[in-house]
Every structure is written in structure tokens, then in C-alpha cells.
């Protein structure tokens, strides 16, 4: 059995919501509290056992580049002036072995197209896909019960959970084979975003872990909703010709790429602050 051992991380979408914090930052270096938002997904990633992290990126993200390299000198002034015990915040144990590659993406094209510039570094392995937006906060980590029913089930799997009724049209949705139970299911169809006539309100989070297969998919797709290439018709796709599951995964999900999920991302972890 191959083991996951890439992740892929989209970080090229424009944060539009975020203007005018966005303008300069990338979105994903918003800090929750004191951490980046980026940093969180890649140290969900990390901690489940990945090992190479793939960013698909664009010119206005060197930020994240820099986040994750070494910074010579805040590290020898640091050293200098007796705070020795923030090296490890910026130069951290577990991102010592970490391999961090960036692939730039021209044009905004959607989520799909932004997995299929992973391709040439996926090869034909398995691999993880984590979206940053979405913060979940859970031990054993969202990504990593994700890869443990990938272990067990042998198939693409994508994380799930159920939204209100309103919510629905913000989210890929799936519906479910009739004999599936349980945390596990068997995916029957998905569609992305739907606006009237949803087979369910079991919605796709921002986690995945995918067959290579699905390079095969996502050449040849039109742009769909929103004008963008969908990584959630190329799933559609996919079930055609083999199993893809849904996971319920345990955990608190914030939706960071919102205010209001934000926010209450820095109300929740306050409280752990204001407990110290
Ligand atoms: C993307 C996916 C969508 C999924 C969502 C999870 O949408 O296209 O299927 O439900 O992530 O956060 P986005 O939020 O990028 O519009």
C-alpha cells in the first residue's frame, strides 16, 4: 500500500473577502492570534505524516514563501539579544525535514486547475489535498482520520459534514449510496455548490485524499460554477469508474475564509489563552 506522504496546498485565490487586509498579505498569512493561518494546515499535515509540501501559489504569495524558509538574521539577532527561546517559533523542530516545493499558477482558474499543476510532482502516488481556509480543529486531526480511513478503505476519500439548509449553495455536496452508514460512506454523486434541488446537506470540507487517477479527470474539464475549473466535477467524474468515500470527520471547523468563521477561530482560541 502506498503511503501519503504529499500534500497539496491551493494558496492562490485573491482573499477578496479580506480587502483591504489582503492587499499586501496573502490571505493565508492572516494570523490566528499569533500564528498564520497556513501554518496550522501545515502542521496538521506534517503531524499526520506528511512529508512534502506542495504549494500551488502566485506572484503575490512570496510571503508563504518566506514564512517557511530560514531568516538568517531574526535568527542571529534573536541569538544575540538572549531570546533563544523564540528560534523555535520561527525555525520549527517539525518542519526541519519537511520538503516545501512552489508551483506558481498564472490565473486564478479555480481549484481544479490549481491540483492539476501538482500533477508532475504527485506522479502515481496518493496524496492529500488541504485547504487553509478551513481550520479544523480536532486530535486526531481532521487530515490524519482521513488518511487512516484512506488506509483502511483503499480509496479516495473526502472529508464531510453536515451544513444548515442555508449554507448548502456555499459548498460542494454529496449524496450517499442507500447501504451506507456509519462514518465511512460510499459516495453516489457530487456536485458543486448547488443552488436549488441539493441531494443532501452533507457538505465537502477543504480535506482530501485523492487517487492520482484524478489527473486523468481533471485534464479535460470545462470551467463550470463560476466560471472555474471545479476539482468537484472531476470527483463527479471519477465515481463513475471507481470507489470514492466521504468521511464524517470528528472536529470544530471554522471556515476562516469568512469573517465570521474567522473571527470565531481567534474567539475560540483566545479562550485557551485567557485560561493560562
Ligand atoms: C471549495 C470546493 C468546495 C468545498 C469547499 C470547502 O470551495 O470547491 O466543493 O465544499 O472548498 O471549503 P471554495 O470554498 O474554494 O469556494
Request: aromatic share 8%; with cysteine; hydrophobic share 40%.
Amino acid at each position: 500500500m502506498k503511503k501519503i506522504t504529499k500534500a497539496v496546498f491551493p494558496v492562490a485565490g485573491l482573499g477578496t473577502r479580506f480587502l483591504p487586509a489582503t492587499k499586501a498579505i496573502p490571505k493565508e498569512m492572516l494570523p490566528i492570534i499569533d500564528k498564520p493561518l497556513i501554518e496550522y494546515a501545515v502542521e496538521e499535515a506534517v503531524n499526520a505524516g506528511i512529508t512534502e509540501v506542495i504549494f500551488i501559489t502566485s506572484h503575490t504569495k512570496r510571503a508563504i514563501e518566506d514564512h517557511f524558509d530560514q531568516n538568517f538574521e531574526l535568527e542571529e539577532k534573536l541569538m544575540n539579544s538572549g531570546k533563544k527561546d523564540f528560534l523555535n517559533k520561527i525555525n520549527r523542530d517539525i518542519f526541519q525535514n519537511i520538503k516545501f516545493t512552489y508551483v506558481r499558477q498564472k490565473s486564478q482558474n479555480g481549484l481544479g486547475d490549481a491540483i492539476l499543476h501538482s500533477e508532475h510532482l504527485i506522479q502515481d502516488e496518493p496524496f492529500a489535498i488541504i485547504l487553509a481556509d478551513d481550520l479544523i480543529l480536532n486530535s486526531p486531526s481532521c487530515i490524519k482520520q482521513l488518511i487512516s480511513a484512506y488506509e483502511q478503505n483503499q480509496s479516495s476519500i473526502i472529508g464531510l459534514n453536515e451544513v444548515p439548509k442555508n449554507e448548502i449553495e456555499k459548498y460542494g455536496i454529496v449524496s450517499v449510496q442507500e447501504s451506507s452508514s456509519g462514518k465511512t460512506l460510499l459516495l453516489k454523486d457530487i456536485i458543486e455548490k448547488p443552488k436549488t434541488n441539493a441531494p443532501s446537506n452533507l457538505a465537502v470540507v477543504g480535506r482530501y485524499v485523492l487517487s492520482n487517477k484524478i489527473f486523468e479527470y481533471l485534464r479535460n474539464l470545462e470551467p463550470s460554477v463560476g466560471g472555474e475549473v471545479q476539482l468537484t466535477d472531476a470527483i463527479k467524474l471519477m465515481l463513475k469508474n471507481e470507489k470514492v468515500m466521504g468521511y464524517l470527520y470528528e472536529g470544530i471547523k471554522f471556515d476562516c475564509g469568512s469573517r465570521h468563521g474567522y473571527v470565531n477561530a481567534i474567539r475560540h482560541l483566545a479562550e485557551e489563552i485567557f485560561e493560562e
